[in-house]
């Protein structure tokens, strides 16, 4: 697997990491222990795991832990801090603290490699989080400070009091539109890992229309979902899918070479809990993109899918 830099700091990581989210809460109810699913990310050279405190309050923590112990100190753990359970937002310092001294024994390590805020605390000043961040960083806790969902000012702000070594957001071809910051990222010198990079699963060709899923499966509610959106992610995932069929290659790993062709400064995190899936994910680095199919795929999707990222309810707002 070919290695990226994130930062400026060292961070130095496989071009492919991967997201467990998805084996604890979002997509539905199925294989929650997703051990075999991260072993079979590690035996295709992924480096990068990430997880949150969000996803499972220690549950997701916990089980990448437990899958990671063979191979912990050939990996790196990314795990974040931030929100309530009511999904209200706390970035106190000694909530900082507290959150990460519980992630440290949930994934059962004496190191969290990337911490990241998980969501802008709007009563919290952004120097006061990259401080306290950078504190837990000379105790030898944490090693880079990352940042999810924020906005131009924060970061410029917070890389002031510690670099930031990476930017989490959504991206993908259907999700366009931090590509505003990258002349950010580009003058900070700070790296960005692209979340829900298969787009939430409809880059994969497999999508459902709203209401087939489980209940508890955010696409039932999710905006591309519905009808009159899903017809015209489907079209385009259609098109997409015969482009990478004359390539040998799948359409979800046109989608992710799609992302690394965007910038050697981008490590996209698919999650999937299928060893088979995560291995076809991973091998999407060997995949490199003309010219001439790079065009065809600005002419299928200009500027992104259709219908919003998230319901206005759960929508972030960069800050
Ligand atoms: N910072 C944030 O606020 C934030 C927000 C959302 C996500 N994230 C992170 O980003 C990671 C990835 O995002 P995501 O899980 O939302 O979206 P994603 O990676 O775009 O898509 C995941 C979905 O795609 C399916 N899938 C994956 N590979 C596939 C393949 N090769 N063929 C067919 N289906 C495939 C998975 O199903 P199966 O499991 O059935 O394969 C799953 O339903 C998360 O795990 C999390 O770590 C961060």
């Known amino acids: 697997m070919q290695t990226r830099t994130l930062g400026t700091q060292g961070l130095e990581t496989s071009a492919i990491g991967y997201g467990?989210?998805?084996?604890?809460?979002?997509?539905?109810?199925?294989?929650?222990?997703?051990e075999a699913a991260i072993s079979a990310a590690f035996a295709s050279g992924v480096t990068l795991f990430d997880t949150a405190e969000l996803y499972g309050w220690?549950?997701?923590?916990q089980a990448l832990g437990r899958a990671v112990?063979?191979?912990?100190?050939?990996?790196?753990?990314?795990?974040?801090?931030?929100?309530?359970?009511?999904?209200?937002?706390?970035?106190r310092p000694e909530h900082i603290r507290e959150v990460v001294h519980n992630?440290?024994?949930?994934?059962?390590?004496?190191?969290?490699?990337?911490?990241?805020?998980?969501?802008?605390?709007?009563?919290?000043?952004?120097?006061?989080?990259?401080?306290?961040v950078k504190g837990l960083i000379d105790a030898g806790d944490v090693r880079y400070f990352g940042l999810s969902e924020a906005g131009q000012d924060n970061i410029r702000r917070a890389h002031t009091v510690h670099p930031v070594s990476v930017l989490q957001t959504e991206y993908s071809l259907f999700e366009r539109d931090v590509e505003q910051l990258f002349p950010l990222l580009a003058e900070l010198?700070?790296?960005?890992?692209p979340y829900s990079p298969l787009g939430r699963g409809f880059l994969t060709g497999t999508a459902k229309p709203a209401g087939q899923y489980d209940d508890g499966d955010?696409?039932?509610?999710?905006?591309?979902?519905?009808?009159g959106n899903f017809e015209k992610n489907l079209a385009a995932?259609?098109?997409?899918?015969?482009?990478?069929?004359?390539?040998?290659?799948?359409?979800?790993?046109?989608?992710?070479a799609w992302l690394l062709a965007q910038g050697e400064h981008i490590v996209p995190i698919p999650g999937s809990r299928n060893p088979l899936r995560?291995?076809?994910?991973?091998?999407?680095?060997?995949?490199?993109?003309t010219n001439p199919q790079l065009e065809r795929i600005a002419q299928i999707l200009p500027n992104g899918g259709y219908g919003a990222r998230y319901t206005s309810e759960n929508m972030p707002t960069w800050q």
């Open 20 to 34: 467990a989210m998805g084996i604890s809460m979002a997509y539905g109810d199925g294989d929650t222990s997703g």
């Open 58 to 61: 220690g549950e997701n923590e």
């Open 69 to 91: 112990a063979p191979f912990r100190d050939e990996v790196l753990i990314a795990t974040k801090f931030g929100f309530t359970r009511d999904y209200g937002f706390d970035s």
């Open 103 to 132: 992630s440290l024994r949930f994934l059962g390590t004496d190191h969290i490699d990337v911490l990241y805020q998980h969501r802008v605390d709007p009563t919290v000043p952004i120097e006061d989080v990259a401080g306290t």
């Open 189 to 193: 010198g700070i790296g960005l890992v």
């Open 218 to 227: 955010m696409r039932n509610t999710d905006p591309r979902w519905q009808p």
């Open 237 to 256: 995932t259609r098109q997409l899918q015969q482009l990478a069929i004359t390539m040998g290659a799948t359409v979800g790993q046109l989608a992710l």
């Open 278 to 289: 995560v291995a076809e994910n991973a091998a999407a680095t060997t995949l490199e993109l």
